[in-house]
């Protein structure tokens, strides 16, 4: 791993041991790329409870019934219902919130936490890299199987006009991404088929197809690079990176499956194949261009992670792998391979936002 250039790596805005106890800045600061030099050891262990204390992570996360990151102060959700998604319009909060397991709903939360829309059946949510913009979607993994049909909604601003661009003959639909005035989503023609891939500029009356494109499970934050399901091993799904517009395949990976993109597209967040719902043993970060490996950390159980800028990732760390246990937040620089602590080690909730 040592002395390796990734190509088109960006170098990082900061290391973990710099800005110690500050909180991150909303956007980092635009820096011309260059190569990287790695250095430290391929795979990295975990263990949050020995590592130094670091800057508060940046990206939106849930701790019990408090959300915290992104732009914006701390805010808490009232109530007592299940939160399953969280993320943040500028100041505002929005949490995917379940009444029963087929009665999902979108609360919408300003600065004080005082609410100000709930939108029914609503079960998927994404917002922007830059927290500038919000799509949501209902009619998913939480509509009953019988149900077909769908709403995919865009907005800008937690009380300002809302876009609608219904989708009434499909199953499971979900949002993917947003970006600027562009959504990504998905859905299926019937129960059992593949999902389709779709990027709806909001200005318009429909969204475009990308046929090409095939069971879309990640969009990245620009909206270039997609990735989708290939096909089943042993192991579980194989994973395909592709050109977003074009369908274009760059490589698979069987070994691992993506979930995440860094700005700038620097690299991608890889699980095991085979994932666990009480976490996995490893995360690693991909080369987007290659699929190479660029990192590895293991832990007793990381359940997700969320990358931070071009050179870091914030891990989701728990103690053991069951109910229970304690759980903290760490961030890691890619490029050296040296970690953190952002959120100290509790018990309760916790869940990283969109």
């Known amino acids: ?38 250095t430290g050891p391929a795979v990295v262990p975990i263990d949050a409870r020995k590592l130094p204390v670091g800057a508060a ?20 959700v009232p109530g007592r219902l299940e939160i399953d998604a969280v993320g943040r319009l500028h100041d505002a909060v929005l949490t995917v ?32 890299t830059d927290g500038q913009a919000a799509a949501y979607a209902s009619g998913g993994r939480y509509a009953p199987e019988e149900h077909v049909g769908g709403t995919v909604y865009y ?7 809302v876009k609608r661009l219904a989708q009434p003959r499909v199953h499971d639909v979900r949002v993917l991404a947003v970006t600027n005035d562009t ?19 909001v ?54 499956q993506l979930t995440r993109f860094s700005p700038g597209n620097t690299f991608t967040i890889g699980i095991p194949a085979g994932s666990d719902p009480y976490g996995d043993l490893e995360n690693a970060a991909l080369d987007p261009e290659t699929g190479n490996q660029l990192r590895k950390w293991t832990g007793p159980s990381l359940r997700d992670a969320r990358p931070e800028d071009g050179d870091h990732v914030v891990l989701a760390w728990h103690d053991k792998p069951e109910p229970g246990s304690r759980s903290a937040l760490v961030r890691c620089t890619v490029s050296s391979g040296k970690c953190e602590l952002a959120a100290p080690p509790a018990s309760g909730t916790l869940l990283l936002g969109s």
């Open 183 to 201: 959504v990504y989503f998905r859905s299926s023609d019937d129960l059992t088929g593949p999902w389709n891939f779709y990027r709806w500029q």
């Open 203 to 256: 200005d318009q009356p429909t969204p475009i197809r990308i046929s090409t494109v095939r069971s879309p499970i990640a969009v990245s934050g620009d909206g270039t690079l997609v990735a989708g399901l290939a096909s089943q091993n042993d192991s579980g799904m194989c994973t395909t990176l592709m050109t977003a517009t074009t369908g274009t395949q760059r490589w698979r990976s069987c070994q691992y």
């Open 155 to 161: 907005r800008r601003s937690a009380t300002g006009p």
């Open 97 to 128: 919130q379940l009444k029963t397991v087929r009665d999902p709903a979108l609360v919408i939360l300003d600065a004080s936490g005082k609410q100000i829309e709930q939108v029914p059946g609503v079960d998927s949510v994404v917002t922007s």
């Open 1 to 38: 791993m040592a002395a390796v250039v990734a190509g088109g790596f960006v170098a990082s805005r900061r290391t973990p041991e710099s800005q110690l106890g500050a909180a991150a800045p909303l956007v980092a600061p635009v820096q011309t790329p260059s190569p990287v030099r790695f």
């Open 57 to 76: 992570p940046h990206p939106t996360y849930l701790r019990d019934r408090t959300v915290y990151g992104g732009a914006g102060t701390p805010v808490r």
